[in-house]
């Protein structure tokens, strides 16, 4: 065991389509389930006052809920409430506001991807100089920090590509490395380059996809695409895993809880060595083991689902296989589990790095990718035959038609009961839309990268134009209403861990626009969203059955585990323009508060 290990492993850190009624109609209730006898046993808590959206279809709304130990025993009206309160039951007086299910994600990296999200936050920024001048500000303010590092600047707001020479007029005496909204790319100025040891001989990580930009003579000029940046990123001193990794569980997890998340699924484990294949195995199991000690002693305040990720093309088939289902079997708890595997094939559109069936605008190229089609559903099949769930980041239309091949071929070779999904979804061609629906393919979506958020929009009209865009980006509303399962997350680190907050992605999601920005429009112009009863199943049911819990979380039921959260007001009387605006007022999970606002 090595030293970072054991320092890991000693660290504690006490963290703290459904039937409803609409905001025009009263609520109604359904008939509730028969009194319970006398001598029921005393609930630990009874939840009563307020409105109870459940998210059973059979049972939408009720008055009461009572939990005993970690499960839910009562759910009904207040008066049968009343035989399981006892002397020592906790009563939570919810009046004026709304009880529901605690939120699951299926998409976000909250285990140790916050160092992609550490200092200056370029997000707001919209030229050049609001970048430079947020970056020189923060560097005066931080004289101590040996390396300026930062998130969230936009090639479209620069102009072009960035260069070191002008990220040398913020700060020129210390390295700088400054990752863009995606947190694919990044930024150095020269002394990040020299500490980073990025020189004219430095070999691209995978060239046409992973690489580094270069001046005709072969040059590092100071952009880094696709994650290219990792090696310098640990070269310069920037990581620091025997600190950081407890530090940024510790403190992601807690803004979660506060935001209502109960349980989530985090799609490859983003340490700086996420492309090194050995290091990433190397990485995983650490965090899982440290997360384990967690378990063990009541801390993981969380249930978290964790899979290794396939990003590198030179990782053995059969290995990454092998490897994920050790690890499943390992952890396999309803707290802490090992599922499935993610394939990150390909960058981002903006970087002209995503697998395009068609040519980006005034360009001859289609992009590329680490993982081709071919390679893909080889994995895919690999998987399903180990009992695995795949899931498939898709970014390009190229990306989307190789990873629909993927499903369909492996449903037709008798892997009917895989729950494999498409995660983003950004570019689809129509045709695959259709087949999407057709094969009633489950989703998971990030609203927010769907609107006019940090000028997300601009690259996609300008590397995609505006009819593609209208044709192909962001289709998703086509598979909800043809069944397909959907879910909804943030995506952190690619979004700050401010946005992971469920509520802003489901105001997002029905308004189709950015929830902190009054001026924000729909974006494509005319896009339709979810009904408030559909972006609730997406963040409380539906990724609970994507993950194969459905029979124990996602909905307020007897015999289901007590994953419970108490919002400060109910949804269904309030504009959709203030869902965000909402609060969660405590978290329960497993039977245990785990928040609870002052």
């Known amino acids: 065991m090595n030293h970072m290990t054991k320092t890991l492993l000693c660290c504690v850190i006490p963290l703290i389509g459904l039937a409803a009624c609409s905001k025009d109609e009263p609520a109604k209730l359904a008939t509730p389930p028969a009194p319970a006898p006398a001598s029921a046993e005393s609930a630990d808590y009874v939840f009563t006052g307020g409105k109870v959206y459940t998210v059973n279809e059979n049972q939408p709304w009720a008055e009461a809920v009572a939990v005993k130990g970690n499960k839910i025993v009562y759910v009904g009206d207040a008066a049968g409430a009343g035989k399981f309160t006892g002397d020592d039951t906790r009563v939570i007086d919810a009046t004026g506001k709304m009880v529901m299910p605690g939120f699951i994600s299926t998409h976000d990296h909250l285990i140790v991807s916050g160092w992609i999200n550490l200092g200056v936050q370029l997000h707001d920024g919209k030229s050049l100089d609001d970048y430079l001048n947020a970056i020189k500000e923060y560097a005066d303010a931080h004289p101590d920090e ?110 979660a809880v506060s935001y209502g998340m109960t349980a989530f699924l985090n799609p490859g484990v983003i340490t ?22 967690l378990e063990k002693k009541g801390e993981l305040t969380m249930r978290t689902f964790a899979q290794p990720v396939f990003k590198n093309p030179i990782l053995d088939t059969e290995r990454f296989i092998s490897k994920a289902v050790e690890y499943s079997r390992q952890y396999d708890s309803d707290i802490l589990r090992a599922f499935g595997v993610k394939i990150h094939p390909e960058g981002t559109f903006n970087a002209r790095t995503s697998l395009m069936l068609e040519p980006y605008e005034g360009t001859d190229t289609r992009g590329s990718a680490n993982v081709m089609p071919d390679r893909m559903m080889e994995l895919v099949l690999a998987a399903n035959e180990a009992n695995l769930d795949a899931i498939i980041h898709v970014d390009g239309s190229g990306t989307a038609r190789g990873a629909v091949d993927a499903i369909e071929a492996s449903r037709k070779a008798g892997h009917t009961d895989a729950r494999n999904a498409l995660h983003h979804i950004y570019w689809v061609h129509p045709d695959d839309v259709k087949r999407i629906e057709d094969m009633k393919i489950p989703l998971n979506i990030s609203p927010i990268f769907y609107t006019d958020w940090a000028d997300g929009h601009k690259p996609a009209i300008a590397m995609l134009g505006a009819e593609r865009t209208q044709k192909e980006f962001a289709r998703f509303m086509g598979p909800l209403e043809a069944g397909c399962n959907i879910a909804l997350s943030a995506d952190v680190p690619s979004a700050p861990l401010s946005l992971d907050a469920p509520l802003l992605g489901v105001e997002s999601v029905i308004t189709r626009r950015d929830p902190l920005n009054d ?80």
Request: a negative charge; glycine letters at 8%; aromatic letters at 8%.
């Open 146 to 255: 040996k390396v300026i590092r930062g998130m969230g600047w936009n090639a479209e707001n620069i102009g072009g590509e960035p260069t070191a020479e002008m990220l040398d007029r913020a700060v020129s005496d210390r390295p700088v490395i400054v990752i863009d909204y995606t947190a694919h790319d990044a930024w150095l100025n020269t002394k990040g380059l020299e500490h980073g040891q990025v020189t004219k001989d430095t070999p691209d990580p995978i060239p046409g996809v992973s690489y580094w930009v270069r001046d005709d003579e072969g040059n590092p000029t100071g952009m880094a695409k696709e994650v290219s940046y990792l090696s310098a990123y640990m070269n310069m001193g920037a990581w620091d895993p025997e600190t950081m990794i407890p530090q940024i569980q510790q403190n992601q997890y807690a803004a």
């Open 519 to 598: 001026d924000s429009e729909v974006f494509p112009p005319g896009a339709t969203g979810m009904t408030l009863e559909q972006a609730l199943a997406a963040v409380t049911i539906n990724p609970a059955w994507q993950i194969r819990m459905e029979d124990k979380l996602g909905s307020l039921e007897v015999g289901k585990l007590a994953d419970i959260i108490v919002i400060d007001k109910n949804l269904f009387d309030i504009d959709p323009t203030d869902i965000s605006e909402a609060r969660v007022e405590m978290t329960m999970m497993d039977g245990v508060i785990r928040y609870q606002s002052n």
């Open 272 to 293: 700086p060595r996420v492309t090194d294949p050995e290091g990433m195995f190397e990485d995983t199991e650490v965090v899982l083991a440290y997360l384990s000690d």
